[in-house]
C-alpha cells in the first residue's frame, strides 16, 4: 500500500458482464435510470493487507468536510488505500462486523455523514469515494460494475474484511448489486436504495432492454441525466463546466421530492466535482459505461443471489420499485418505503433509514 498524489496520474481499469428493471414500466425505465457506469479494462486485485495509509488533509477528506456531526473527527478518519491497482480514499471507523456503504452520484462518502455515527457503534464502517469521485483515482477506464466491485472487493482485502454486508445508494445500488452477484461467497447482505433496479436487470431476461423514447414528463425531468452523462463528449464536460451549479442544483432539488440538500451540502459536492476538467470528465464515468454494465447484468440475473436484500426507496421518490425491482433478481427481498423522503434518503430521512439498517442488519451484527 501507498500514498498517492492528491490528485493521482491515470490509470486504466476493466470490464466484465451484466444489467436493469422496474416492472413493466420499470424494465424501461430501469434501464434508463440505476446510476452510472462505463469503461472497461481489467485491473488486478492486491490481496496482501496491511494497514491503509492516513490520507493528506486534501479536499474531500474528513478533516476538510463541512458540518459534520459532533464528535465525527475524532472516531472516522480518511485513508488512502491502493488496491485493485488504484488508489482508493475511504473513510473508516469503528471495530465491529464490516458494513460498506457505497454513495451514489453527484456525492462522495460525505453522503452518509449522519448515519456513520450510529453505525460506527455497531460495525467497523467503511465508506470509500467511488473509482473517479472524490479523492479516489481518476482512471480513463473501468467504471463497468464489474470493475466498480472488483475494486471494493479489493478494498475489502487490503482492509482485512473477508466478508462484509453492503448498503448501495443510486449509483452504489448498481455497483453494489454487482458485489454481491460477482463476490456471493463474501457478501452477508445487502441492502439497496432509490433506483428502480440495476440496469438490465428484467422480468423477462429474454427481452432486450426497450428504455422508452418518451415517458411523462416528471419520469423524464428525474432520467434525463443519465442519457446525458452518457455521450462520451467533450461538449457535455464543457457544458457542465460553464454553469455547474445551476446543473447539481436542478438534479439535488428534482430528485429531492418536493425538498433539496442543505446550501453547504450542495456547495460542497459541486466543489468537490467540478475542481477541474478532468475530475468532471472521471465523475461521468460510470454512466458512459453503461453498455458494458448491460451485458454484465444480463448474466448475473441468471444465478439470483440467494442472500438476504433489502430496497429502501422515499415516497416522494422511486418508493417501493427500489425493492420491487430486484425481485427479478434475488430470492429473499424486503422492500421499505421512507415516508416524506425524496431521493436522497440518507440525508433527509436519517432516522428512518438507522432504524432501518439496524433492524435488517441485526442478524449480521449478531453473528459477527
Do not use: C
Amino acid at each position: 500500500m501507498s500514498i498517492s498524489p492528491t490528485e493521482p496520474p491515470t490509470a486504466a481499469g476493466s470490464g466484465r458482464k451484466r444489467r436493469l428493471s422496474r416492472r413493466t414500466f420499470a424494465g424501461g425505465v430501469a434501464a434508463v435510470v440505476g446510476a452510472a457506469l462505463l469503461g472497461s479494462l481489467a485491473l488486478s486485485a492486491s490481496t496482501a493487507t496491511s494497514a491503509p495509509k492516513p490520507a493528506a488533509d486534501a479536499f474531500g477528506s474528513v478533516s476538510t468536510a463541512p458540518q459534520l456531526p459532533a464528535g465525527f473527527k475524532k472516531t472516522f478518519k480518511s485513508r488512502f488505500v491502493q488496491a485493485n491497482g488504484i488508489r482508493q480514499h475511504v473513510v473508516i471507523g469503528g471495530d465491529g462486523p464490516p458494513l460498506l456503504l457505497v454513495h451514489g452520484w453527484p456525492e462522495n462518502w460525505y453522503a452518509w455523514r449522519f448515519l456513520m455515527p450510529e453505525l460506527v457503534k455497531d460495525f467497523t464502517v467503511i465508506a470509500p469515494d467511488q473509482r473517479g469521485i472524490g479523492l479516489s483515482e481518476k482512471t480513463e477506464g473501468g467504471y463497468d460494475a464489474a470493475t466498480l466491485a472488483d475494486d471494493l472487493a479489493a478494498l475489502m482485502t487490503e482492509l482485512g474484511h473477508e466478508r462484509f454486508a453492503v448498503v448501495g445508494h443510486d449509483t452504489g445500488y448498481i455497483i453494489g448489486y454487482a458485489l454481491a452477484a460477482d463476490y456471493r461467497d463474501r457478501v452477508d447482505r445487502l441492502v439497496v436504495a432509490e433506483i428502480p433496479g440495476p440496469p438490465g436487470v428484467q422480468e423477462d431476461p429474454n427481452q432486450p432492454p426497450a428504455p422508452p423514447m418518451f415517458v411523462p414528463e416528471p419520469i423524464n425531468n428525474k432520467l434525463w441525466h443519465i442519457p446525458f452523462n452518457r455521450v462520451n463528449d467533450e461538449l457535455i464536460v464543457d457544458m457542465v463546466d460553464s454553469n455547474a451549479d445551476a446543473f447539481y442544483r436542478y438534479e439535488y432539488a428534482i430528485q429531492g421530492g418536493g425538498t433539496t440538500l442543505p446550501d453547504y451540502a450542495i456547495n460542497y459536492y459541486v466543489s468537490l466535482y467540478t475542481r477541474n476538467k478532468d475530475v468532471l470528465r472521471a465523475s461521468f464515468g460510470l454512466y458512459r459505461a453503461w453498455d458494458a454494465t448491460l451485458v454484465q447484468n444480463v448474466e448475473r440475473q441468471k444465478a439470483k443471489l440467494t442472500v438476504p436484500v433489502l430496497g429502501i426507496g422515499g415516497e416522494n421518490s422511486w418508493g417501493p420499485l427500489a425493492g420491487e425491482a430486484m425481485r427479478a433478481a434475488a430470492t429473499d427481498v424486503q422492500t421499505l418505503v421512507i415516508p416524506g423522503a425524496g431521493h436522497w434518503v440518507a440525508e433527509q430521512a436519517p432516522e428512518e433509514m438507522l432504524e432501518a439498517l439496524g433492524t435488517f442488519l441485526a442478524p449480521y451484527r449478531a453473528a459477527g
